[in-house]
């Protein structure tokens, strides 16, 4: 049945970042498909909401410190999952962060905080774990974008590079990995209201101004990626690869809205 394709039952799934927001519900998403999930935080106490969730559901759920801007942490992190799960078949490289500054204010720091974050993480992390999927000719990886993965938005200058990054990233990797039976693609999520990004959402005529350029008149919710990830973490998406698919309610049609607002400086 055309079910079957998106049935991970028997699967290990990894998800970065996943004690809070869009990581935690993508983490829930492949726990109710049937996979166990190895949850990953730079702080672990911030995961035991999540594993008694998956739990909860039935399947297991393994908490590991990561932070991935240390390849330390990395290598360490990856050696654990494996230990305590057995393997590794999936990867959602989620963990992430952003500065919202005018450029001209953007520091060396922020430039290397949010760069080492979420490209340079999410390109280690990807080689730690793809030698297991290599070897036993199955695995999925899928890495997190956003609309800046293919439009460029003021004021959020390091974040739009790191995602434009992701997304040339996800293609080389399915190029190198395709023959061995790995998958690399790009979930590239539209306004979705975070923690990340709450203090922008407290401002009600910004929110306006921003449900106006999205045709279906609302920001995303953790539940809206959830069909998104399971197919790409599945047989289902067996011949797919290299792609970046863009979960934005329409802002990319771009057909009546101007460019969304960014940071006012």
Not at 31 to 58: F, H, P, Q, W, Y
């Amino acid at each position: 049945m055309a079910t079957d394709l998106f049935d991970l039952g028997g699967r290990v799934a990894l998800v970065t970042g996943a004690g809070r927001g869009l990581g935690e519900g993508m983490a829930l998403a492949l726990a109710r498909a049937g996979a166990d999930v190895v949850v990953t935080s730079r702080t672990v106490s911030s995961l035991g909401g999540i594993c008694n969730a998956i739990e909860g559901l039935g399947r297991r759920a393994f908490p590991v410190q990561l932070d991935v801007r240390e390849q330390e942490s990395i290598g360490a992190a990856a050696a654990a999952a494996v230990t305590r799960a057995g393997r590794i078949d999936i990867l959602v490289n989620n963990a992430g962060c952003n500065a919202r500054k005018p450029s001209l204010e953007v520091s060396w720091d922020d430039w290397n905080l949010v760069l080492d974050t979420n490209l340079r993480g999410a390109f280690f992390v990807s080689q730690a774990l793809a030698p297991g999927m290599i070897e036993r000719g199955w695995g999925r990886i899928v890495n997190i974008g956003s609309l800046t993965s293919v439009f460029g938005f003021a004021g959020v200058g390091p974040y739009t590079a790191s995602r434009g990054g992701i997304r040339q990233l996800t293609m080389s990797l399915a190029d190198e990995w395709a023959a061995h039976g790995v998958t690399v693609n790009c979930l590239a999520p539209g306004w979705f209201h975070t923690a990340q990004n709450d203090v922008m959402f407290r401002d009600e005529e910004w929110k306006a101004s921003l449900l106006e350029r999205i045709p279906m008149r609302r920001t995303g919710t953790a539940a809206d990626l959830a069909g998104a990830v399971v197919f790409f973490a599945s047989d289902a998406s067996s011949y797919v690869t290299g792609q970046t698919l863009l979960v934005d309610g329409g802002v990319a049609t771009g057909s009546t809205r101007s460019t969304p607002p960014g940071v006012r400086s």
